[in-house]
C-alpha cells in the first residue's frame, strides 16, 4: 500500500506488540460501531460490510480511545477537546513493560503487594495511573501542570472511584522530580495507599503487615519511597517541528493518522532531549528514593543522546526498549542505581526476535546416526544432565524448536567435573589390574589334588593371607581384624571338602579374597573423600541439587530463573545446525555460550 505521493506505507508492527497486549489482535471497529452510538457517527461502511475509521480526524480517535477504554478495562473517561488522545496499544506496551521491569529484575517492594510509581505529567486522560490502578491494582502520584488537564484528570479518578489508589498534584511547568519527592503531601499520600494497603488486608497478614507499615517505604532499610517513575515527554522544541513531518523518516511516507494535543502538551525548550536530560541530573539526587526511572522517547536518533547523557550520573543498569504497535515505534529507557537491578535482562519482542543467534554446527563425523531426531535426543539429553527444563514448541523431521529455562548454573565447572571422573576411571583400573594380578597370583596357589586334607587347605589359606600381605605390602597388625573370619572360612573350606570337592573349596576361597579386596577399596575410596574437600562440601548440595531439580522439571518451583533461550534445530542442506537465541536472564548470553561449549565437548568425547 502506498500514500498519493508514492511513498510506501510503514510495515504493521503489531507481531512485535508486548506479549501481553491485548492490541496485538487488532479490535473490531464493527463490534465497537454496534455498541457506541458517538463511535458509530465516525464511521462509515464499505459494500463488503467493513467498517473504517477516519484517522485524520481528531474526533474520531478521541471516540475511538474512549470506547476502548470502557469495553476492555471498564474505564470511563473524558478527554477535552485539543488535548493529547493517547494511543492505547503504545501506552499499555510502556505499561507491561514497567511491569516487566519490576518482576523481572526483582525490584519489588518488601510488601509484595504494595506497589507505588510516579507518572511524569498525566495528562488529561490520565491514563497511565487508570490503567495501572485498574489492571494491577498499583499505587500512582501523578502530577501534571497544565490547569485543564489537572481538572480533567482528577475527574477521570473520581469518576471510576479510584481515589484511594491515584492521587494528583499540581505543579509548575518545570518540574520534573525536584520538589515532589520533598513535600509532605508526597509523603501523606504514600502512607495513605500503605494504610489503604493494609486495610483490604485480612486477619493475621493484615496485622503483620500493619506491624512493618513503617519499614516498606518511608523508613524502610532500603529507603525507597517509590517503586518506579514513567513519563511520556513532549516530543518537539518547537511549533514549527509539529507542522512539519521532519522527524518521520522520508522513505515510510506520512503518518496514517492526525496527531493531537495542545501546544503545552507537546512543545518544550531543547526537544525531548534536553527534557529528559534534565530529569537524569535530577535522578541522581534522588537515586535512593526510586527504584527505576524510565521516560518514552519519540525518535530513535535521540536515544543515543540519551545513553550519552546518562553516562555523566553512572547508572548501574540501564535499559532501553522499543514499543512496536501499528505503523509507529517508539522507545523507552530505563536506568536504576542499585546494582542488583538487572534491566537490561528484559528485552521487548523485537529485540528477542531481531537478536543474532548462537550456532553450534554438528559435525557428521562425530554423530552416528546423522538426523535432526537423533540430534535433538542427543541434545535434549545433554540438557536433561544440566537440569536445563525443556518445553518443545515444533519438532518436525528437519526442524526442532523448544524454549529452555535453567535455574542454577549447572554448566559451569564441566572440565574440573571430567577431570575428576578420569582420575576416578583411572583408579578403577588401577585397581581391577591389580585384583587381576593378585588373583593369578593366589590361583597359583589353589588346591590341586582332591585328596588334600583338612590341614592342607588351612596352609594352604594361611600361604594366601602370606602372599597377600607380601604383594600388596601390608602389615601383620593391619590383618589382625580379619583372622576371625580368615576362620570361619577354614570351616566353611572344610565342610565344602568333604561334600563336594576341591573345585567348590577354591571357589569359596576365591570369593573371600574378593570380598576382602572390596573392603579394602571401600576403605580407600573413603580415605579419597575425606581428603577432598571439594567433594566433602559438595555432598550436602548434591541432596539440594537433587530436591530443586524435581522441582526444575515440574516448574521454576520458586526458583529465579537465571537464563531463558530459545533453541532450534535444523537441517540446511546436508548439514544439521543447532541456533541458540538468547531471551533474557541474570546468566546473560555467556550463559548461553557456555552450555554451546558443553555441548560441543561432549559431542567430541
Not at 511513498?7 to 473490531?28: E, G, I
Not at 481528531?58 to 471516540?63: F, G, Q, S
Not at 550456532?359 to 542427543?378: D, G, H
Amino acid at each position: 500500500m502506498s500514500d498519493k505521493k508514492g511513498k510506501s506505507a510503514p510495515p504493521k508492527l503489531h507481531k512485535f506488540m508486548h506479549p501481553k497486549n491485548p492490541y496485538r489482535t487488532p479490535p473490531s471497529f464493527k463490534k465497537l460501531a454496534q455498541n457506541y452510538v458517538g463511535f458509530r457517527a465516525h464511521c462509515t461502511y464499505e459494500l463488503d460490510g467493513k467498517v473504517r475509521l477516519n484517522f485524520k480526524d481528531p474526533l474520531a480517535l478521541r471516540e475511538l480511545t474512549t470506547c476502548l477504554l470502557d469495553q476492555d478495562f471498564g474505564l470511563k473517561v473524558n478527554i477535552p477537546e485539543g488535548r493529547l488522545v493517547p494511543t492505547l496499544p503504545l501506552r499499555f506496551n510502556y505499561l507491561l513493560w514497567i511491569e516487566d521491569l519490576l518482576n523481572l529484575s526483582g525490584c519489588r517492594s518488601i510488601q509484595k503487594d504494595l506497589t507505588i510509581g510516579l507518572d511524569v505529567g498525566c495528562g488529561a486522560t490520565c491514563i497511565y495511573p487508570l490503567l495501572a490502578a485498574k489492571q494491577n491494582g498499583w499505587y500512582m502520584l501523578a502530577t501534571e501542570a497544565d490547569n485543564i488537564n489537572y481538572d480533567c484528570s482528577v475527574s477521570n479518578v473520581k469518576t471510576n472511584n479510584l481515589e484511594s489508589h491515584i492521587v494528583i498534584r499540581k505543579v509548575k511547568q518545570d518540574v520534573i522530580l525536584k520538589g515532589v519527592l520533598e513535600s509532605e503531601e508526597t509523603l501523606s499520600d504514600i502512607k495513605m495507599f500503605q494504610n489503604h494497603q493494609n486495610s483490604t488486608e485480612s486477619g493475621s497478614v493484615a496485622r503483620m503487615q500493619t506491624e512493618h507499615s513503617n519499614v516498606s517505604h518511608q523508613k524502610t532499610g532500603d529507603g525507597y519511597l517509590l517503586d518506579f517513575m514513567m513519563c511520556n515527554p513532549p516530543f518537539f522544541g518547537s511549533l514549527e517541528e509539529t507542522y512539519s513531518m521532519n522527524k518521520s523518516r522520508k522513505d515510510r511516507g506520512e503518518p496514517r493518522s492526525v496527531a493531537t494535543g495542545a501546544v503545552q502538551e507537546t512543545v518544550t525548550e531543547g526537544g525531548e532531549v534536553s527534557f529528559i536530560c534534565q530529569m537524569i541530573d535530577e535522578s541522581f539526587l534522588y537515586k535512593e528514593k526510586i527504584r527505576i526511572f524510565s521516560s518514552m522517547i519519540g525518535t530513535k536518533a535521540h536515544v543515543k543522546d540519551v545513553k550519552d547523557k546518562l553516562k555523566s550520573v553512572n547508572p548501574a543498569h540501564i535499559a532501553v526498549v522499543e514499543f512496536c504497535q501499528g505503523r509507529t515505534m517508539r522507545w523507552g529507557i530505563a536506568w536504576t542505581f542499585n546494582p542488583s537491578m538487572h534491566l537490561e535482562n528484559v528485552m521487548s519482542k523485537k529485540q528477542m526476535d531481531s537478536a543474532k543467534p548462537l550456532v553450534l554446527m554438528l559435525s557428521r563425523s562425530l554423530m552416528t546416526v546423522y538426523t535432526v531426531p537423533a540430534a535433538w535426543a542427543m541434545i535434549n539429553k545433554w540438557l536433561h544432565k544440566l537440569k536445563i527444563s525443556v518445553q518443545v514448541f515444533k519438532n518436525t523431521k528437519y526442524f526442532v524448536g523448544a524454549n529452555v529455562k535453567a535455574y542454577k548454573p549447572t554448566w559451569l565447572h564441566q572440565r574440573r567435573k571430567r577431570r575428576e571422573q578420569k582420575r576416578k576411571a583411572t583408579r578403577g583400573k588401577e585397581s581391577e589390574k591389580a585384583e587381576s594380578e593378585l588373583e593369578s597370583a593366589l590361583d597359583s596357589h589353589t588346591v590341586s589334588e582332591n585328596s588334600e586334607t583338612m590341614e592342607n587347605v588351612g596352609m594352604e589359606v594361611d600361604d594366601k593371607v602370606s602372599l597377600k600381605r607380601a604383594y600388596t605390602g601390608d602389615t601383620e597388625e593391619e590383618e589382625v581384624n580379619s583372622q576371625d573370619g580368615i576362620k570361619r572360612h577354614k570351616v566353611a573350606v572344610s565342610s565344602v571338602i568333604e561334600g563336594q570337592g576341591n573345585q567348590q573349596v577354591i571357589a569359596c576361597e576365591t570369593s573371600v579374597t574378593t570380598h576382602h579386596k572390596s573392603e579394602e577399596i571401600e576403605e580407600v575410596d573413603e580415605l579419597d573423600s575425606k581428603f577432598s574437600k571439594k567433594k566433602t562440601q559438595n555432598n550436602s548440595r548434591t541432596k539440594s541439587d537433587g530436591n530443586q531439580n524435581s522441582s526444575v522439571q515440574g516448574g521454576s518451583g520458586g526458583l529465579e530463573c537465571i537464563l531463558k533461550a530459545k533453541l532450534q534445530l535444523k537441517q540446511c542442506g546436508a548439514l544439521i545446525s543447532l541456533e541458540a537465541f538468547y531471551l533474557k536472564g541474570s546468566a546473560g548470553k555467556d550463559g548461553l555460550n557456555q552450555i554451546l561449549q558443553y555441548m560441543k565437548n561432549q559431542l567430541e568425547l
